[in-house]
């Protein structure tokens, strides 16, 4: 562990960026349970994973707790923001794969056709699976989606009962000449959460040439999508006119908004502090990233939390029909250890655009506001931010009036 490059890891976050065979941050995190029996009957949630690894031929695996009844919360990333993480990681701990392998391309395997039906209810299905071996007792972390229970290989699942799936999801999911966008965002603005997008699309349930993506690229892709669809939309609102500050403290993380008065730009940052996730090192660690209004090209260096915290911004932007620059800023403090996935940065951010909020008339005195509660000092987050000096040097109309 001494070394690892602690920039890397920031960056890297479980991609194996440095070569070697497992994760060492995540290697700890393998917490092992006991007593698991080799068939299962239960209520899927519904809860549905497709791997990446040896794509295209994929592992693809439905979920399912030994538990009838509603278990919805064990799976609704957006009914977890009042929830303490340790009962969280209890519901995902219970939460057990049965593993198929599925050429990502075949979406019409009857493996694939089983987690497309899952994907589509929004309420708990019953579910039975039969494992070639008792699962393996060990629960798996990863940085873009939430914590797996346990799994093994499975000689097969059945549907036990088929509850009624929203109308809008059904005419999607029989829409086969629709583009898988179109389909994300008629969804999307149809009141359908975004976990439940987010599985249909991994599934293979949306679109023209249909495939089935890994869960860790359908979270991203769904949280891009839908936030470019809004952003599209806030283009043509307004500008704010003041500079508006929103600041949340939650479960050792910190979140800080600065709304300002410029056409859509965007910056997410995080300060990851000694002893928390992506660092074991002894020094705070930051990285940023940004774009401004022409949006990006390349793939964000802090990987699906930047699009996850974009799509909390421009939901509450368009909420308000104003259009603004933004700049988001995260500080996670020593004790958040375990990697629960991006939801909590698009959830938090949901929460934190909630709460009320102070406006300033100057940049100077939204930055000497939060200075109150970054542990850091604004000084290092200036010194860091790309976006800071683009807000600062950029001619608004009113330099030409």
Not at 40 to 45: C, D, H, N, Y
Not at 109 to 137: D, M
Not at 227 to 256: A, G, P, Q, T
Not at 271 to 299: M, S
Request: some cysteine; glycine content about 4%; overall charge neutral.
């Amino acid at each position: 562990m001494e070394n690892l490059d602690t920039k890397l890891c920031i960056v890297c976050r479980g991609r194996m960026l440095c070569n070697l065979p497992y994760c060492p941050m995540l290697s700890g995190y393998r917490i092992k349970v006991t007593n698991l029996p080799p068939e299962i009957f239960g209520s899927s949630p519904p809860s549905i994973f497709v791997g990446r690894a040896n794509y295209p031929k994929v592992r693809v695996c439905p979920a399912l707790p030994p538990i009838v009844g509603d278990t919805t919360l064990y799976d609704k990333p957006e009914l977890w923001t009042e929830m303490e993480i340790e009962k969280i990681l209890e519901f995902r701990y219970s939460l057990i794969h049965g593993q198929f392998i599925s050429d990502v391309r075949n979406p019409s395997s009857k493996e694939a056709e089983i987690l497309q039906e899952i994907s589509l209810y929004e309420r708990p299905v019953e579910l039975e699976v039969v494992f070639e071996k008792p699962p393996t007792p060990k629960i798996y972390f990863d940085d873009s989606t939430p914590p797996m229970g346990p799994s093994a290989p499975a000689k097969r699942a059945r549907i036990c009962s088929t509850p009624k799936a929203p109308k809008i999801v059904e005419e999607v999911y029989e829409s086969t000449d629709l583009g898988a966008f179109d389909a994300m965002r008629l969804l999307y603005e149809k009141g359908i959460a975004v976990s439940h997008i987010q599985k249909m699309l991994s599934a293979g349930a949306l679109g023209i040439n249909r495939r089935l993506v890994p869960t860790r690229w359908a979270i991203t892709a769904v949280d891009d999508t839908i936030s470019k669809h809004l952003i599209e939309e806030i283009k043509n609102f307004e500008i704010l006119d003041h500079y508006r500050v929103f600041v949340l403290r939650e479960k050792k993380n910190l979140f800080m908004v600065i709304l300002t008065p410029h056409a859509w730009c965007f910056e997410w940052g995080e300060a990851w502090f000694p002893q928390t996730t992506w660092n074991y090192g002894h020094k705070v660690c930051i990285e940023t990233d940004w774009e401004d209004l022409r949006g990006r090209k390349t793939y964000a260096s802090l990987g699906g939390c930047y699009y996850a915290s974009r799509l909390a911004t421009a939901e509450y932007l368009r909420s308000i029909k104003k259009q603004s620059g933004a700049i988001l800023w995260r500080e996670i403090y020593p004790g958040f250890k375990i990697p629960i996935g991006v939801w909590f940065v698009r959830e938090m951010l949901r929460k934190c655009f909630k709460q009320n909020f102070t406006e300033f008339n100057t940049l100077q005195e939204a930055l000497e506001y939060i200075s109150n509660f970054s542990k850091i000092g604004i000084e290092e987050w200036i010194r860091n931010s790309k976006l800071f000096d683009h807000l600062t040097r950029q001619k608004t109309l009113w330099n030409f009036l």
